[in-house]
């Protein structure tokens, strides 16, 4: 069963003394169990060091951050492995995956990792590679594309199978970290489609960080704006996109494009 994941007035900061900086600033945001929520907002306004922190890539500097009754934050020992029931999807795939190992060993990884954490037996070299290739098809790829180094692969390829390890690890949470911004435009509808069908499917929540409000418009149910490490609005997607209570949030969707 997915749980919520909320974050309750944290805050996390960089540097000390006089050099501190502060990234995010006492936010408090739930996202709901099987919802898409769009986290948007300018560079450097907090969205993805919020996400990071749920993942254990940062630590709160005060708050703390839950799935479900469980804390997350500073997690240690079995909490821990519930942390592992958030994955996160990157804007670069290409960063993410080892350069010298294959697409299938990558995968291979990633679904021995899950087993360890849920302390079941680890099965067969060959059913795992089984699974490695339902994972491809699950994302549209061919089971041969399990030999690819990550080189060889396209970049919406890449981003795909990003996405199959994360769902390898059997997640109640995705963070999808501007997953299309470094896609050409028309490979990103390909990649907003296949999350939306795995989400729908698998039931996961989804934390979607952009700063694409079209895109957001089109995917995401509920919308949270950041600015500055500060949430400053929260609210229905298109009721914050068409009547948006926040001075800031409407010169965001004042600087979005139109034909």
Same mark, same amino acid.
């Given at each position: 069963?997915?749980?919520a994941?909320?974050f309750e007035t944290?805050s996390i900061?960089y540097g000390?003394?006089?050099? /501190?900086f /502060? ?9 709901e169990?099987?919802e898409i929520?769009?986290?948007v907002g ?5 969205k993805s /060091?919020?996400?990071?922190?749920a ?6 500097a ?6 479900g009754?469980?804390?997350i934050?500073r ?7 519930e942390?592992r ?6 804007q670069d ?10 697409i299938? #060993?990558?995968?291979d ?21 089984a699974?490695?290739?339902?994972l491809l098809d699950?994302?549209?790829?061919p089971? #041969?594309?399990a ?5 060889e692969?396209?970049?919406g390829?890449?981003?795909r ?8 690890a059997?997640? #109640?949470v995705?963070l999808a970290?501007?997953?299309?911004s470094a896609?050409d435009v028309?490979?990103?509808g390909t990649v907003?489609?296949l999350?939306r #069908?795995?989400?729908r ?5 989804v ?6 409000l079209a895109?957001v418009r089109?995917?995401c ?5 950041m600015?500055?490490?500060?949430l400053?609005e ?6 914050v996109?068409?009547?948006?209570d926040?001075e800031y /949030?409407r010169?965001l ?6 034909l």
């Amino acid at each position: 069963m997915t749980r919520a994941l909320s974050f309750e007035t944290v805050s996390i900061s960089y540097g000390r003394g006089a050099q /501190t900086f /502060t990234a995010v600033d006492s936010v408090s945001l739930r996202l709901e169990p099987g919802e898409i929520l769009g986290l948007v907002g300018e560079s450097g306004s907090g969205k993805s /060091t919020l996400a990071r922190a749920a993942v254990g890539l940062v630590e709160p500097a005060a708050g703390s951050i839950r799935l479900g009754d469980t804390v997350i934050s500073r997690a240690t020992g079995t909490d821990l492995r519930e942390r592992r029931r958030i994955q996160m999807i990157f804007q670069d795939p290409q960063s993410c995956f080892d350069p010298r190992r294959t697409i299938g #060993e990558s995968l291979d990884e990633a679904l021995v990792s899950a087993y360890r954490r849920e302390g079941e037996p680890c099965p067969s070299r060959q059913a795992r590679a089984a699974r490695v290739g339902e994972l491809l098809d699950s994302v549209s790829l061919p089971g #041969e594309r399990a030999a690819s180094l990550p080189a060889e692969l396209s970049g919406g390829q890449r981003q795909r199978v990003a996405v199959a390890r994360a769902i390898a690890a059997e997640p #109640e949470v995705i963070l999808a970290d501007e997953i299309t911004s470094a896609l050409d435009v028309s490979v990103q509808g390909t990649v907003l489609n296949l999350l939306r #069908e795995l989400q729908r499917d698998l039931g996961f929540s989804v934390l979607f960080i952009s700063h694409n409000l079209a895109v957001v418009r089109a995917v995401c149910e509920r919308v949270a704006v950041m600015r500055g490490g500060r949430l400053v609005e929260v609210g229905e997607t298109l009721r914050v996109m068409e009547s948006p209570d926040q001075e800031y /949030t409407r010169d965001l969707i004042a600087a979005v494009p139109s034909l």
